[in-house]
């Protein structure tokens, strides 16, 4: 088993920024992948990012390129969402989740085994 807690989730105004964390525990946190993914009212769950258990490989959604970056310390066992020039789009809840995902599939869902409880982030206009 793996748990997730995030944290790092507000209110903030359109254009500012705030940093999500995701800490681990449990199972080796460096033997996953990592992703974030994000819920808004009424919608579904999306993928936002994610990164390879080795931390070299980001991938991001096409709406968050550029303004969102995913990062992980092996070592502290946590992973990271840096989110700039933030937009009332954005607003959401957001989840960690990790999983060992195969090649063409680090975006899908499906391919996580563990979640956290997710954080809000709402962003004013």
């Known amino acids: 088993q793996v748990q997730l807690v995030e944290s790092g989730g507000g209110l903030v105004q359109a254009g500012g920024s705030l940093r999500l964390s995701c800490a681990a525990s449990?199972?080796?946190?460096?033997?996953?992948?990592m992703g974030w993914f994000r819920q808004a009212p009424g919608k579904e769950r999306e993928f936002v990012a994610a990164?390879?258990?080795?931390?070299?490989?980001?991938y991001y959604a096409d709406s968050v390129k550029g303004r969102f970056t995913i990062s992980r310390d092996n070592a502290k066992n946590t992973v990271y969402l840096q989110m700039i020039s933030l937009k009332p789009e954005d607003t959401a809840v957001y989840y960690c989740?990790?999983?060992?995902?195969?090649?063409?599939?680090?975006?899908?869902?499906?391919?996580?085994?563990?979640w956290g409880q997710g954080t809000q982030v709402t962003v004013s206009s």
């Open positions: 990164i390879r258990w080795s931390g070299r490989i980001p």
């Open positions: 989740a990790a999983g060992r995902t195969g090649i063409a599939t680090i975006i899908r869902e499906s391919e996580y085994d563990y």
């Open positions: 449990g199972r080796t946190f460096s033997n996953y992948d």
